[in-house]
C-alpha cells in the first residue's frame, strides 16, 4: 500500500491512477481473470496429472525392484540346490566349523543349520570369490598399464652405475668358477696320487706292516 506524506502526494498518485484506468480499462478486468475459477481448475489438472506422474514411476519402480529380489531369490536358490547336490563344505555361522552344507546341526556347537544360514554362507562364498576375481582383474590390468606405459629415461650416470654392477658381479661369478675349477684339480689330482701309492700301501700290509695297513685304509675311506 502506497503511503504518502502529504495531501498533494495523494492527490498527485490519484491522478496518475485514473488516467491510467482511463488509457487501459481492462486491467482491472485482465487482473480478475487471472484469479478466476477456470484457471484455478487448470492448475488443479495440472498438479493430479504431476501426482499421477509421479505415483506411476514409484509403481513401476516399486514392481522393478520387487522383480530384482525375486530374480536374485531364484539365483540364490539355484546356486543352494547345486551346493547341495555336491555336498560342498560351509561354514557354520556360530563357531566357523567347516561342515556339510546338508547337515541338520553344527557336529562342534550345535547350532541349527537353516536354509536362511544356508542362503546366507552362499552369498558370502559368492562375494568372496567376486571379489577375489575383481582383484585379479585389477591386478592383470595393473600389469597392462605397466607394459604399456614408456620406459624412464635412464641416465649416463645410472647407466655406468648399471654397468659396473654388472661387471662386478660377472668378475665375482668368474672368481667363484676359477676357485672351483681349483679345487677340483687339486682333488683329482690327490685321487691320482693315492691310485698311484694304494697297491704299494697294500703290498706292505701284505707284509705286516701295520702303519701301512692303517695308511692304505685311511687313504681308501678319504678317495
Known amino acids: ?17 485514473e488516467e491510467e484506468i482511463k488509457k487501459n480499462p481492462n486491467r482491472k478486468t485482465t487482473a480478475a481473470n487471472a484469479k ?16 499421477t506422474k509421479i505415483s506411476t514411476l514409484l509403481h513401476n ?7 530384482r529380489k525375486a530374480e536374485k531369490r531364484i539365483r540364490q536358490l539355484e546356486k543352494l540346490q547345486a551346493f547341495k547336490s555336491g555336498n560342498k563344505k560351509i561354514n557354520c555361522a556360530a563357531c566357523r566349523t567347516s561342515i556339510s552344507i546338508n547337515a541338520v546341526a553344527c557336529p562342534k556347537c550345535g547350532q ?9 554362507e552362499v552369498a558370502r562364498i559368492g562375494r568372496n570369490h567376486a571379489m577375489i576375481a575383481v582383484v585379479v582383474a585389477a591386478f592383470i590390468l595393473l600389469v597392462l598399464i605397466g607394459k604399456m606405459l614408456p620406459e624412464r629415461p635412464i641416465s649416463e ?3 655406468a652405475r648399471q654397468e659396473a654392477v654388472r661387471e662386478r658381479k660377472d668378475a665375482e661369478r668368474a672368481t667363484e ?38 695308511q692304505a685304509k685311511h687313504w681308501e675311506n678319504i678317495r
Open 1 to 17: 500500500m502506497a503511503r504518502f506524506n502529504s495531501k498533494e502526494e495523494y492527490e498527485k498518485w490519484k491522478a496518475e491512477r
Open 36 to 51: 478466476s475459477p477456470s484457471r484455478t481448475v487448470d492448475i488443479l489438472a495440472d498438479i493430479k496429472k504431476t501426482v
Open 61 to 67: 519402480w516399486a514392481e522393478a525392484s520387487q522383480k
Open 112 to 120: 541349527p543349520l537353516t536354509d536362511s544360514a544356508r542362503l546366507d
Open 157 to 159: 650416470a645410472e647407466r
Open 177 to 214: 668358477e676359477a676357485e672351483r675349477a681349483r679345487q677340483e684339480y687339486e682333488q683329482d689330482e690327490r685321487r691320482r696320487q693315492l691310485d698311484a701309492l694304494q697297491p704299494a700301501m697294500e703290498e706292505a700290509c701284505r707284509q705286516g706292516n701295520l702303519e701301512a695297513c692303517k
